[in-house]
């Protein structure tokens, strides 16, 4: 029926087991206009982005990534994946996001575009998991509690 294994050797060569050097592979995931698309979360915001090759143009529900998010720093992390990889005028983002505040939509963008990248370049990974841009920021308002004023602030207490 089926070979005896006799020593950790033999385990390693038994058929059917895969090498231990086999790292998953990443491929590049197109679409058919030959964009790469992907969904970033954070908070109550969800954000799809869609990259193709460009001159750096980024559009969030139709308006320039500028007007849309009117802080710098809100822009400084919207553009944060792209500077990392260096990447700054070789692609076209077009978001579409809704849901949650300027705050947390700003970071869905953020993961949105860093997961396309890696889809359309999955060479970047290492750059984009190392910054962290890669993993979703999995923090959301708790929830309020009865018999407290907000979640866990408790009413004012007094003695008399």
């Known amino acids: 029926m ?14 059917g087991a895969p090498a231990a050097n086999d790292a998953p592979l990443h491929v590049q ?12 979360k954070r908070k109550n915001a969800v954000a799809r982005v869609w ?32 500077v990392a990889t260096d990447r700054l005028d070789q692609y076209d983002v077009t978001v579409t996001v809704a849901g949650g505040g300027l705050s947390g939509q700003a970071g869905a963008v953020r993961h949105g575009i860093s997961k396309a990248l890696n889809f359309f370049e999955p060479g970047l990974r290492p ?8 993993t ?8 309020k509690k009865y018999g407290k004023a907000k979640a866990r602030r408790s009413f004012q207490f007094s003695k008399r």
């Open 29 to 40: 995931k197109l679409d058919a206009y030959g964009r790469a698309y992907a969904t970033g």
């Open 51 to 82: 990259i193709k090759p460009g001159k750096g143009k980024v559009v969030v529900n139709g308006r320039e990534f500028a007007s849309y998010f009117a802080r710098p720093v809100l822009q400084l992390i919207v553009k944060q994946p792209i």
């Open 136 to 143: 979703r920021d999995s923090r959301v308002v708790e929830r």
């Open 2 to 15: 089926a070979e005896t294994i006799n020593s950790l050797e033999d385990l390693g060569t038994a058929a």
């Open 127 to 134: 750059i984009l998991k190392k910054g962290g841009f890669l």
